[in-house]
């Protein structure tokens, strides 16, 4: 499966447009790395366990929208776009969507 | 009495932010040059850059991500100085701090994947200080860069 944020695949054509998939997922932050992070914030910087924590929601939406193009029939996602929103009760869902193509 | 812990606690936390959390900030940017000089190679654009020049291969999706916090004496600081209003110096850093180490964190990957180029960069950011137990939570913020990876061939 080839991802790029691009409208195309270089060196490659597009042969047939399949349409919008997207994957997206909703995590906690959980307890214990809430507390550390709470810790943290008075010296402010970087909190690791959020890093990594949305960094796996990432991975895990992006699973998601490839499983979606993979069933649909698509060897590429293009034009892909991520977004991060802050829900309600210190969760975070994240969201990764694009155009699902054949590509020769 | 009761008013003097609380100050005091308010002045140690202002303490360690003011101290504590400058040191790193200092740190940060040290690192953040150090890694840039090191990564200057690799040409980002957030256009379509040298993938529009057709001669390109190896596309791959690249991200960059960090998640960044504000530190107490920032916070002290950035409310005063919503009082009179005009720009908000410490909040101005932290977030230049965010952004450029999820750009760096992409060229990394990019480098990993031995690209020359990351075209059509995208940059992000979401606020994830909207706790509902709080009344005024400390800020953080993630700051996203994802672009596609290339290869220049010649």
């Given amino acids: 499966m080839e991802l790029t944020t691009l409208e195309t695949v270089p060196g490659k054509t597009i042969t047939r447009h399949i349409g919008l998939v997207q994957g997206s997922t909703v995590r906690s932050k959980h307890a214990g790395k809430d507390i550390l992070a709470g810790l943290k914030n008075f010296v402010g910087g970087e909190l690791k366990s959020y890093t990594d924590l949305l960094n796996e929601s990432r991975t895990e939406a992006l699973d998601r929208m490839v499983e979606q193009a993979r ?13 991060t929103s802050n829900i309600a009760a210190g969760a975070a869902e994240v969201m990764a969507y694009g155009t699902a193509v054949v590509v020769s | 009495m009761d008013g003097i812990i609380q100050i005091g606690f308010f002045v140690v936390l202002l303490a360690i932010g003011l101290f504590a959390g400058r040191a790193n900030e200092q740190r940060h940017f040290r690192q953040l040059a150090a890694d840039e000089e090191d990564l200057r190679d690799i040409a980002v654009s957030s256009d379509r850059g040298a993938a529009a020049a057709g001669s390109v291969r190896n596309a791959a999706l690249v991200v960059g991500s960090v998640v960044i916090a504000e530190d107490y004496f920032k916070r002290v600081a950035a409310s005063l100085k919503s009082l009179i209003g005009g720009n908000i110096m410490s909040y101005e850093s932290l977030l230049e701090r965010g952004r450029r180490e999820a750009i760096v964190r992409m060229k990394k990957e990019a480098r990993r994947l031995g690209a020359t180029h990351v075209v059509n960069v995208r940059l992000e950011t979401a606020s994830l200080s909207e706790d509902w137990r709080a009344q005024r ?4 913020a993630e700051f996203i860069a994802y672009g596609t990876a290339v290869t220049r061939t010649p």
């Fill in chain 1, 71 to 83: 069933a649909a029939g698509a060897n590429a996602v293009v034009n892909i776009r991520f977004s």
């Fill in chain 2, 137 to 140: 939570p400390m800020f953080s």
